[in-house]
């Protein structure tokens, strides 16, 4: 066959040279060889059609974010429904936007966008490394994709987003039920890793909202920013921390200070549903972690955050005992990566 005519030409090579073929083409006249032998075996068929790829991404309408309508009222709500509710409002005003789900629409609210606009959804299915590409092509030909999955679903696509991010992709992806907080579904359903994959991939954006207003905020913020967005959601509703409309106040990359006084001994960043606290890197600053350091257990949600030592009373007992050991004139900075990052 033509195949091992092939073979045997190459084996015949490199047994002569002595050398590995693997990553190596072989010399011209060797190559030549075997072509000729696998063209002569071939069927003389007319080559199908090939139709020619368009040089230009498809002129879709645009918008601003000024013409996606008010932000909603402020409510108690899950960031992943608030995802949900942003995504169709921000679809009615921008024909670019369109979505696609790894077969969790219910539970990611990705259905909500499905149920308005089913010619823009796109089911993925349980194949996130072909959403991701899937998500990347509509990206090439000028639309604006929002591609969700369980958070630790979405790591199975680590190459597919590394590519996307290497290529500056305008994709934006939203994780849900990540950290201990989605509580009985069990620790294979945790995302824990997501945060340390999305801030690796260079020039990547990543979101995490605390409440359903700032969801909002951050859906509009990732149809507005051109590269490669990543937005975590969380299963549990959190009370809400942001007043009515603050996409004019935020933006990414920025922070926002909420309480206490600006000489102090301990500072706590955070964000997230748990307000994770981050430190400020400094030459006198003490930097506590808090994070969850073990493969966690399923359980009730709130039992989970106090045992792996991010809930109300564990963050409030730490920043005690740090404040207590300080030593004067230093500070202290916490850092809790919460029930949702190492």
Known sequence: M???????????????????WHGKPP?????ETAIRELESRRHHVPPPPIRRPTTEAVRWPTSTVSDRGPAPAAATIATREAYGNALVRIGA?????????????????????RDAYPGRFFEA???????VSMAAGLAAQ??????????CFLERAADQIRMAGFSRSNVKLCGSHAGVSIGDDGP???????????????EAVVLYPSDGIATDACVQLAASHHGLVYLRTTRMAPPTVYGPAPARRLRSAASRWFAGARATALTIVAAGITLLLEAVGDSGVRVHRLAVREIPRSGPPKKLLERYGIGRAAI??????????????????????????R
């Open 2 to 20: 033509a195949t091992e005519a092939l073979v045997h030409a190459l084996e015949d090579v490199a047994t002569r040279l002595r050398v590995g």
């Open 27 to 31: 010399p011209p006249e060797q190559a």
């Open 93 to 113: 005003a921008d024909l670019r936007i369109v979505a696609l789900d790894g077969d969790v629409k219910n539970s990611t609210y990705a259905e909500r966008f």
């Open 125 to 131: 299915w349980i194949a996130e490394q072909n959403m």
């Open 142 to 151: 000028g639309l604006i994709p929002f591609a969700s999955s369980f958070a």
């Open 188 to 202: 294979s359903q945790m995302g824990l890793e997501d945060l340390a994959l999305f801030r690796a991939v260079p």
């Open 316 to 341: 409030v007992q730490a920043v005690r005992t740090i404040v207590a050991e300080a030593t004067p004139g230093r500070a202290a900075a916490a850092w809790a990566g919460g029930p949702h990052c």
